[in-house]
T-cell receptor
Framework: SQLAEENSWALSVHEGESVTVNCSYK?????LQWYRQKSGKGPAQLIL?????REKRNGRLRATLDTSSQSSSLSITATRCEDTAVYFC????????????FGSGTQLTVMP | EAAVTQSPRSKVAVTGGKVTLSCHQTNNHDYMYWYRQDTGHGLRLIHY???????EKGDIPDGYKASRPSQENFSLILELASLSQTAVYFC???????????FGHGTKLSVL
């Protein structure tokens, strides 16, 4: 069963613009992670935000977590071509299986 | 930067044959994982391990075995490869369960 899911299959922006990727999940969680996967590479963690946190930043990246609506967003400012990748959210349920469950990802394309 | 190395990078196998995918980490991490990624989908957990000589089943273990002979090495074994096991396989390691996962570059397996 899919615990977490990004809300868009694909997004495209021009370099320098800002973009937001959204994620919704279905059950109570301990934390939510955002990963980025560039073509031909393995995923790399961008941000881990715990259930008692509302916002986390990492350079040009900002993640938010709203446990009441069971949703998260990842915003990227001043996008660059090298931000082109698939972005995944991943969650761990607070009860039951402790597995890290990945969504199916959002393909972000940053155009020159 | 933590390092996870997978071998081979790609493999073509015949239906019914035995396939072994290898993973080596130099991070001194206790946790290691094998994930499967199908085109256009997120990652699904096959097996994981938190200590040498012990493995645990993940979400989709059927048709796969795992072996953790040492802290550094974690193998995924397909005793009787099937067409449905064509996918990209990722190994990952982490210091704590489901915290920051460090992924290898993946092994593209094609079963013909």
């Amino acid at each position: 069963s899919q615990l977490a899911e990004e809300n868009s299959w694909a997004l495209s922006v021009h370099e320098g613009e800002s973009v937001t990727v959204n994620c919704s999940y279905k059950t109570s969680i301990t934390a939510l992670q955002w990963y980025r996967q560039k073509s031909g590479k393995g995923p790399a963690q961008l941000i881990l935000i715990r259930s008692n946190e509302r916002e986390k930043r990492n350079g040009r990246l900002r993640a938010t977590l709203d446990t009441s609506s069971q949703s998260s967003s990842l915003s990227i400012t001043a996008t660059r071509c090298e931000d082109t990748a698939v972005y995944f959210c991943a969650t761990v349920a607070s009860s039951g299986s402790w597995q890290l469950i990945f969504g199916s990802g959002t393909q972000l394309t940053v155009m020159p | 930067e933590a390092a996870v190395t997978q071998s081979p990078r790609s493999k073509v196998a015949v239906t019914g044959g035995k396939v072994t995918l290898s993973c080596h980490q130099t991070n001194n991490h206790d946790y290691m994982y094998w994930y499967r990624q199908d085109t256009g989908h997120g990652l699904r957990l096959i097996h994981y391990s938190y200590v040498a000589d012990s493995t645990e089943k993940g979400d989709i273990p059927d048709g796969y075995k795992a072996s953790r002979p040492s802290q550094e090495n974690f193998s995924l074994i397909l005793e009787l490869a099937s067409l449905s096991q064509t996918a990209v396989y990722f190994c990952a390691s982490s210091d704590a369960a489901n915290e920051r996962l460090f992924f290898g570059h993946g092994t593209k397996l094609s079963v013909l």
